[in-house]
């Protein structure tokens, strides 16, 4: 591998430290502290490692690994400082549903999936703090889009009509069931909630007058999905 760095004051390319391992269709993304992490990528198949760049020192270090190798994902950088690697190409390669989670602080964890595997999409990130994965591949040109809802764990797709969602923890449901009640109906609401169950999710108050489908939660005595 062989990387250089832009001076864009003087329109000039210097050479500085390399890579320790090379890498292609990978991400880099800079962070709040000025350091890039560059994220999986793929060089005889996609890549589980990470990787910091240090502009200051010109060096690379290593930062933990991913949970599933990836290639040809996304990597935004959320206002709270973590990163959110989703989709792409997993190490069987195919395209992947899975998503993490980069914190400086603390390394990697497992963040919700998306509902449609992708690779090759944008993840961009909205004013209300929000991520938009939209397009993508997955045996064929994907048309569909999906909002991830960064302080919730909570992703909400909407296929009917047009809504805002709520990104504060303790609304994000209220939000999803106000969106889906105020349009026609047909809506998706999956719940990503990480760590092991069964968990609780209190509903007191909130309630649904549309067709809905809920992914990811059971009521008692019925069958998921109801």
Do not use: M
Not at 19 to 47: C, D, E, Q
Not at 134 to 148: C, H, I, K, R, V
Not at 158 to 164: F, H, I, K, P, R
Request: overall charge negative; glycine content about 14%; some cysteine.
């Amino acid at each position: 591998p062989k990387e250089e760095l832009y001076d864009p004051a003087t329109g000039t390319w210097s050479a500085t430290g390399f890579l320790t391992t090379a890498r292609s269709r990978h991400t880099a993304t800079l962070l709040h502290n000025g350091k890039v992490l560059v994220v999986g990528g793929s060089f005889g198949g996609p890549h589980a490692s990470a990787t910091l760049y240090d502009a200051a020192t010109g060096t690379w270090g290593a930062t933990g690994g991913l949970d599933t190798g990836r290639d040809s994902h996304t990597a935004t950088l959320l206002s709270n400082g973590t990163v959110l690697v989703a989709g792409g190409q997993d190490s069987s390669l195919n395209p992947s549903a899975s998503a993490e989670l980069y914190d400086p602080a603390s390394g990697w964890s497992v963040a919700g999936s998306l509902n449609t595997a992708r690779q090759q999409h944008t993840a961009t990130l909205l004013p209300d703090g929000t991520v938009l994965a939209a397009g993508g591949f997955n045996g064929t040109a994907l048309a569909s889009a999906e909002l991830y809802g960064p302080d919730s764990g909570i992703i909400v797709t909407n296929t009917n009509d047009d809504w805002a969602l709520c990104s504060e923890e303790d609304c994000s449901l209220r939000a999803a069931a106000a969106a889906v009640n105020a349009g026609s109906g047909g809506d998706t609401v999956t719940f990503a909630i990480s760590g092991e169950g069964p968990h609780v999710i209190a509903t007191q108050g909130i309630y649904f007058n549309r067709s809905v489908t809920v992914n990811g939660w059971s009521q008692p005595g019925s069958s998921p999905n109801t």
